[in-house]
C-alpha cells in the first residue's frame, strides 16, 4: 500500500505487518565498484619496485575495481601481479602494472 504524505514529497511505503508505520529508506552500503577517475599522477614517476592500491590501478589500467577483483579470483596468471597487505588490503606492484600497459592485456 502506497500512500503520499505531501505533494510532490515521495510516497513513503507501509507493509501489512507494520499497521500503517512508515519503513525509513534504504541505504546503499557497498562500495564504489566502478572504474576510478584518471590518475593525476604518471607511471614514469614512480619507482618501479613502489606499490598501488586498487583504485590507483584501476585509473592507470582503466579497469573497474570489480574487473580487478574478478581478475584476481579467476585468473591468477594474469599480467597484474598482486598481494595482499592484510585480510582485506591488496596491493599491485608498478612493474607489472607497466607490464600490463605494454601490451600484456587480460
Known amino acids: 500500500m502506497l500512500r ?3 505533494e510532490g514529497a515521495p510516497a513513503s511505503k507501509t507493509t501489512p505487518w507494520t499497521s500503517g508505520v512508515p519503513r525509513p529508506p534504504r541505504v546503499r552500503r557497498s562500495r564504489f ?6 590518475a593525476a599522477f604518471s607511471l614514469d614517476d614512480i619507482p618501479r619496485d613502489a606499490v598501488l ?6 585509473a592507470l589500467t582503466r579497469l573497474s575495481i570489480a574487473q580487478l577483483d574478478t581478475l584476481r579470483h579467476t585468473r591468477p596468471d594474469h599480467v597484474l ?3 595482499r597487505v592484510n585480510a582485506r588490503t591488496v596491493r599491485y606492484t608498478s612493474e607489472s602494472v607497466r607490464a600490463f600497459l605494454a601490451g600484456g592485456r587480460v
Open 81 to 83: 601481479k598482486w598481494f
Open 4 to 6: 503520499v504524505e505531501r
Open 33 to 38: 565498484r566502478g572504474v576510478a577517475p584518471p
Open 53 to 58: 592500491s586498487t583504485k590507483e590501478t584501476s
